[in-house]
């Protein structure tokens, strides 16, 4: 008996059935121009790109040119390609055109659709970014379908690793722009790390294809891309932290070795707070503030190292460095680091050398990359189960294309064995049945791991002639995968391993040509050789035919039914016949986890007996609602992370357009002298509150301020004794002094040399501060999952105190900026280059959610762009010195607020020259 969703479905049509007819009169209009356009020659047909965009320019949108802008796409592709859209493929353009997903059947030739809406949109000029998941598929697809866009007009460039700047800069300004996810988001970083516009690459973010759209925007969006540096050395605080741990007594902490946690009782958080004031470290006297974010993170730290990781056990001490021991193996892991500065809290601990840690300089989630175009859309073979993720996080929906000719793939029901020995001897034994007959057979697996078990097995039981994939060399893996459909062959791959490539029965004959005549020049031997590949290609089909296709054998369910489904999809290519078996045991992961005691005593009383399966459509559906369940819980944990993420990816977006906006300011003159006023209101509402009496105001504090923040010495004493004077005319006479001994300045530096110190010191600080500010949002992050604890939501929580960090982050800009010009002197030194670089050792991250491993480790020199130098500040033979009033001596070369290592010897009670206004001994000298 149908059900109402089902029966309704059967009436009236599924979502995507009901949209897709809706395409069918646009279809038939581009059928109807191809006669037409048949007729023009090459340069004709080349030339309608040419009044495209004059009919765009002169006011028309890129749906009214879509019907002749399609047609033109797929007369262009017959000659360039020999390939004609198919109708459904239009159709699958359309879908994309309008800023959806196209689910197409593996085969369908997604990489083709896609020509029609890039080739629509690009003619706008604004640039269009095509999506690949890795940088075989974008090299190959920028030249496969860059003869189309060519032979149209258009340029065509690709985003590889390795590339300079010069190289991404141009391939960013074609027409067409293939790449990967990896790299379109770092480049978007990095550009926002420059202290130039013309050294930027991207143009902005009109309108992206993804190809693979579940693998990069779920599968991949569940890890942040991340850009890190070194950061200064903190090695003072973490020792300081480190000698309070021993002063705790059990009372005061709480340890959870399951989950390995450690944190402070209430009597130990009012313990730890005294220990921390007698030290130094605490601001105000609550250590829960939100200034001592840091300071929490890293007691946290030093708790976990002292409390729950043993020396011998977890780490060894082995040449003054702490190795860590892996847990399963118990080998050392030497150069592998626990992050967020646990690994400097067990140095702390040893009292060995603290390494320095790595910073955060920029982090963004593909998700947030990816809703920066103004227009996004996608194809893959698999969306429909991920739908709702797709609509609620990026307003995406899914289109299901029927196929060009019906699906003739049998898929039958799960075999069901009760141990991992019997279901792997039957594996084999299908598998030896099938190379019997010379049916070739894909076999999925779930992992590396059970990739190379399944191997040793069938080395044993004799079988030796099979391929082994494991998603490791992408372009080595598509040529055999291409060839995976030969008749007899085995391969064995993950069940991502080989996308982007069709399993075509007989083989590939575009693949097999390029390889076997790479190096036979064009003549008539070359056209004899090519004629017989083609042959015994279409020899190897029929036999391939005959077999029954393709068999796909899955070792067992992933925990998502869209990596399922994907397999499955490797076999039925364009109407091809063939088969799917699925084959479990009650000892996998996912039966295990849904019940599989109650299973196993069911089958025992059944009577089933050892090496037979249970075979059953009730089977497959529970075991669909159960990854069902598995599905949606990981959604919910992407999403809840994704909710973290949008909270600093506001304040991201904030910063990143105050960079541009400065860079693009000839003179930011007004800007700074804001950020002074606005510094000077803060000083003297500090020290002279609002309706305080004048024999309550701190004129001492507010002179000595006034001294070291803006390097004035003022009378205020005088001015706080004439009768009637008010706050307001104090915060003019000092806002008065402090721009006339900036204009002083300006006037001695010169106009030119003084714009640039300005726009410099801005840029310079707020990256420095920006730094700081996602190092507190990360230790923040860390530790706010305990406020549900007091019943607190930890989102909202997270939510408030990184506003008020961000505040705090905007109000120190303005104090360091206006401390900063208010001091930088003058003085001789050898022409510098007048530019600011982005800095050195900056690595690129980011971790495959999957297996663990930093996709970017692998590869020499991690960052493309990376490699800069140091950040001088300079024009001709004038150079700007952050200089205390103190006159500490500075050696040749630029002072670098920044960079401590540059300030030479400091007095303890001068100002520090960080240019925060406090004393050395109260700032940077406070753990020397």
């Not at 949209?19 to 048949?38: D, H």
């Not at 002292?306 to 190795?323: A, E, T």
């Not at 003179?667 to 004048?694: C, F, G, N, W």
């Not at 690595?843 to 493309?864: I, L, N, R, Y």
Request: hydrophobic letters at 40%; a negative charge.
């Amino acid at each position: 008996m149908l059900g109402l969703g089902s029966l309704g479905r059967k009436v009236f049509g599924t979502t995507s059935d009901r949209r897709v007819k809706k395409y069918r009169s646009t279809v038939e209009a581009i059928n109807a121009v191809e006669p037409e356009l048949e007729k023009l020659s090459d340069a004709e047909l080349a030339a309608r790109t040419v009044q495209f965009r004059e009919e765009l320019a002169a006011g028309k949108k890129v749906d009214d040119i879509l019907v002749p802008a399609f047609a033109t796409v797929r007369e262009a592709a017959k000659r360039t390609l020999g390939q004609r859209h198919f109708d459904v493929q239009l159709v699958g353009g359309m879908v994309l055109n309008e800023g959806a997903i196209s689910e197409m059947k593996t085969g369908e030739g997604k990489t083709l659709v896609a020509t029609l809406p890039v080739y629509l949109n690009a003619l706008t000029g604004r640039g269009v970014h095509v999506v690949t998941v890795n940088d075989y598929l974008a090299s190959r697809d920028s030249e496969w379908m860059g003869r189309v866009y060519r032979f149209l007009g258009l340029s065509v460039g690709v985003i590889v690793h390795g590339l300079s700047q010069d190289e991404r800069r141009a391939a960013y300004a074609a027409d067409v722009t293939y790449g990967t996810n990896n790299e379109f988001g770092f480049d978007y970083l990095r550009d926002n790390m420059e202290y130039d516009l013309a050294a930027m690459v991207q143009r902005g973010h009109h309108y992206a294809i993804v190809d693979e759209v579940d693998s990069i925007l779920v599968d991949e969006a569940r890890t942040p891309l991340i850009i890190s540096g070194p950061v200064e050395d903190k090695s003072g605080l973490y020792q300081a932290i480190d000698a309070i741990i021993p002063e705790l007594q059990p009372e005061h902490y709480e340890i959870d070795e399951k989950v390995r946690s450690a944190t402070l009782t209430e009597d130990g958080t009012e313990h730890a707070e005294r220990l921390l004031e007698t030290a130094g470290l605490l601001k105000g006297d609550n250590l829960y503030d939100v200034e001592n974010v840091a300071v929490v993170h890293h007691l946290n730290n030093a708790l976990k190292a002292h409390k729950l990781f043993q020396r011998d056990k977890d780490y060894i001490v082995k040449n003054g460095q702490v190795v860590i021991i892996d847990e399963f193996t118990g080998r050392m892991m030497e150069g592998r680091r626990y992050s967020e500065g646990l690994h400097q809290a067990l140095e702390a601990k040893e009292r060995v050398k603290i390494q320095p840690e790595n910073q955060t300089l920029a982090s963004i989630t593909f998700q947030n990359y990816f809703r920066l175009y103004e227009k996004l859309a996608g194809m893959t073979g698999t969306a429909l189960t991920e739908a709702d993720e797709f609509l609620d996080i990026y307003g995406l929906d899914v289109v299901e294309i029927p196929t060009n000719v019906p699906v003739a793939r049998v898929d039958e029901d799960d075999q069901v064995f009760r141990t991992v020995e019997e279901k792997y001897e039957a594996i084999i034994e299908t598998i030896r049945d099938c190379r019997e007959r010379s049916q070739p057979v894909l076999v999925g697996t779930t992992s590396i791991e059970k990739s190379e078990l399944l191997a040793e097995r069938l080395k044993k039981s004799g079988i030796t002639d099979f391929n082994i994939l494991n998603a490791r060399h992408h372009e080595q893996e598509a040529h055999i995968i291409a060839q995976a459909g030969k008749p007899g062959a085995i391969t064995i791959a993950t069940n991502m391993a080989g996308r982007g490539t069709d399993i075509q029965l007989g083989g590939n004959v575009d693949m097999r040509i390029a390889a076997e005549l790479a190096d036979v020049e064009e003549g008539p031997e070359r056209d004899a050789k090519e004629k017989a590949i083609r042959a015994d290609v279409e020899r190897l089909k029929q036999e391939a035919l005959k077999a029954g296709g393709l068999m796909v054998l899955a070792t067992e369910r992933h925990e998502s039914r869209r990596i399922d489904n994907q397999l499955r999809g490797r076999s039925g290519r364009q109407g091809d016949p063939g088969r799917s078996q699925f084959y479990l045991s009650l000892q996998d992961d996912l039966m295990r986890i849904f019940g599989s005691d109650r299973m196993d005593g069911m089958l025992t009383k059944l009577g089933l007996k050892e090496g037979e399966a249970i075979v059953h459509p009730w089977i497959n559906k529970a075991l669909e609602r159960a990854q069902g369940k598995v599905e949606a819980h990981n959604f919910d944990i992407r999403k809840n992370l994704l909710k973290f993420d949008n909270v600093m990816n506001d304040q991201r977006k904030v910063v990143f357009e105050q960079r541009i906006e400065l860079m693009t300011q000839e003179d930011t003159a007004e800007t700074v002298k804001d950020m002074r006023h606005e510094t000077i209101d803060e000083l003297v509402s500090h020290h002279i509150p609002e309706r305080a009496y004048a024999e309550q105001w701190d004129v001492e504090g507010l002179r000595k301020e006034v001294r070291e923040m803006l390097n004035l010495d003022l009378p205020v004493e005088e001015w706080a004794a004439e009768e009637g004077i008010a706050d307001e005319a104090m915060r003019e006479r000092i806002g008065k002094a402090a721009d006339e001994a900036l204009a002083r300045k300006a006037s001695r530096f010169g106009p030119e040399l003084m714009r640039m110190v300005e726009k410099q010191i801005l840029l310079r600080t707020l990256d420095q501060l920006w730094r700081e500010h996602l190092a507190q949002l990360d230790a923040l992050r860390s530790v706010v999952g305990f406020r549900g604890y007091g019943q607190r939501d930890p989102l909202n929580e997270y939510k408030t105190e990184g506003f008020e960090l961000f505040q705090a982050m905007l109000s120190e800009l303005r104090r360091v900026v206006t401390a900063q010009l208010m001091h930088v002197e003058l003085r001789e030194e050898q022409p510098l280059e007048s530019t600011l670089a982005p800095p050195e050792g900056v690595v690129a991250h980011h971790v495959d959610a999957t297996t663990g491993e930093d996709e970017f480790a692998a590869m020499e020199g991690s960052s493309p762009r990376g490699g800069a130098g140091a950040l001088p500040v300079g024009a001709g033979a004038a150079a700007a010195t952050a200089a205390s009033p103190a006159g500490q001596e500075a050696g040749a070369g630029l002072i670098d607020p920044n960079d401590p290592s540059t300030w030479g010897k400091v007095g303890r009670n001068s100002p520090c020259p960080c240019g925060s206004g406090k004393k050395f001994k109260h700032c940077h000298g406070a753990l020397v």
